[in-house]
Nanobody, 125 residues
Framework: QVQLGESGGGSVQTGGSLRLSCAAS????????MGWVRQAPAKEREPVAV???????NYAVSVKGRFTVSVDNGKNTLYLQMRNLKPEDTAMYYC???????????????????WGQGTQVTVSS
């Protein structure tokens, strides 16, 4: 059974940092593209950071330079280091996984084969 479990969300002030983790099980982690997708109330789902199984990452323009995605294949865990957080980063953050030749494009379009349950990030001004 595939499971993606996020952790690390919380409440911080503007300029603060958080590190999200996504522990994966039930599939061959290294063969999947992994990513983080966020959704704020009344807003569209937004892919934030996506990495392929070669470790190459793409970032949303809004987070580039502030967020870093990384993967520990040995631990089957995806991370999102978030720095200099802003109130507009407030959202539910979901871990997502997709496979296949177009896996990265799939995630960048906000689609995935597997989703976690989400972890809330709240940034106050």
């Amino acid at each position: 059974q595939v499971q993606l479990g996020e952790s690390g969300g919380g409440s911080v002030q503007t300029g603060g940092s958080l590190r999200l983790s996504c522990a994966a099980s039930g599939f061959t982690y290294s063969k999947y593209c992994m990513g983080w997708v966020r959704q704020a109330p009344a807003k569209e789902r937004e892919p934030v950071a996506v990495t392929d199984n070669d470790g190459r990452a793409n970032y949303a323009v809004s987070v580039k330079g502030r967020f870093t995605v990384s993967v520990d294949n040995g631990k089957n865990t995806l991370y999102l280091q978030m720095r200099n957080l802003k109130p507009e980063d407030t959202a539910m953050y979901y871990c997502a996984a997709a496979s296949g030749l177009a896996c990265k494009a799939r995630l960048l379009n906000g689609n995935a084969y597997y989703w976690g349950q989400g972890t809330q990030v709240t940034v106050s001004s």
